[in-house]
């Protein structure tokens, strides 16, 4: 997913899923030699599988096309959900962890494969980045504060007993004083298990590099610091 900040995509290209095959293969080599914690990790874990749908042109962003490709898989096709379901299904004493997941590619059927996968840790690395609109769409992050907030209460209400780890990026351009409070309203109200902050870092070649707004340094470490500050409230 081509966020406006990041300059992986274009470094390293398009999404390339592996086989369901091959990653359940490697699974079972692993906990043959006694791995105990499989880590799931991509750009984006939760686009695992689209690319490899047939007709396959191009990036699914928004969560209603995604919702839509996902619907629309051929009966054998794969996707997280069905990656986890045969994880889950291997003998073993192992769990597996899934880390970075994007917002806008999250669905009811994954939120209920969580749940009805034991070896599936009760833990969600799903970086937010934001929950502002403005900011969210300066982002390129296809998604807004209130599907923010939904999709948050949908997974808590879905998987009892979840953790949830998010990152947001602070002194990102154009975040003005009173979009930073908002920000720091939604970590104080949300209440995240464990919560990263990054101060925004200005990469060439990407399109927030050229927008107006920049942020001064110094403010930049002020807001990382008292977003931190709220985090420390919550987690200690």
């Known amino acids: 997913h081509p966020c406006s900040f990041?300059?992986?995509?274009?470094?390293?290209?398009?999404?390339?899923?592996?086989?369901?095959?091959?990653?359940?293969a490697e699974a079972h080599r692993l906990i043959v030699q006694s791995?105990?914690?499989?880590?799931?990790?991509?750009?984006?874990?939760?686009?695992?599988g689209m690319d490899l749908r047939p007709a396959h042109r191009r990036t699914i962003s928004s969560p209603e096309n995604f919702a839509r490709a996902n619907a629309d898989l051929?009966?054998?096709?794969?996707?997280?959900?069905?990656?986890?379901?045969?994880?889950?299904?291997?003998?073993?004493?192992?769990?597996?962890?899934?880390?970075y997941t994007h917002p806008a590619h999250w669905t009811d059927e994954l939120i209920k494969t969580i749940a009805d996968c034991p070896k599936v840790?009760?833990?969600?690395?799903?970086?937010?980045?934001?929950?502002?609109?403005?900011?969210l769409e300066r982002m390129r992050r296809e998604?807004?504060?209130?599907?923010?907030?939904?999709?948050?209460?949908?997974?808590?209400?879905?998987?009892?007993?979840?953790?949830?780890?998010?990152?947001?990026?602070?002194?990102?351009?154009?975040?003005?004083?009173?979009?930073?409070?908002?920000?720091?309203e939604f970590i104080r109200e949300t209440k995240f298990e464990r919560?990263?902050?990054f101060a925004y870092s200005k990469e060439?070649?990407?399109?927030?590099?050229?927008m107006r707004g920049q942020i001064s340094d110094?403010?930049?470490k002020e807001r990382f610091v008292a977003a931190m500050a709220e985090q420390k409230k919550i987690s200690r």
């Open 6 to 24: 990041c300059i992986i995509p274009r470094m390293r290209g398009s999404h390339r899923s592996r086989p369901q095959a091959d990653l359940v």
């Open 35 to 48: 791995v105990k914690e499989l880590n799931l990790i991509s750009q984006d874990s939760t686009y695992y």
């Open 74 to 99: 051929p009966a054998d096709g794969a996707n997280l959900s069905t990656l986890l379901h045969a994880l889950n299904k291997l003998r073993g004493d192992f769990w597996v962890r899934l880390l």
């Open 121 to 135: 840790a009760r833990y969600v690395d799903i970086p937010l980045q934001h929950i502002h609109d403005v900011m």
């Open 143 to 184: 998604t807004d504060g209130q599907y923010i907030r939904d999709l948050i209460g949908r997974i808590r209400d879905g998987i009892p007993g979840i953790g949830l780890r998010t990152t947001f990026i602070v002194g990102f351009p154009g975040e003005t004083e009173k979009r930073f409070e908002a920000l720091l």
């Open 195 to 197: 919560l990263g902050v």
């Open 204 to 210: 060439d070649g990407t399109r927030a590099g050229g």
């Open 218 to 220: 110094a403010i930049k």
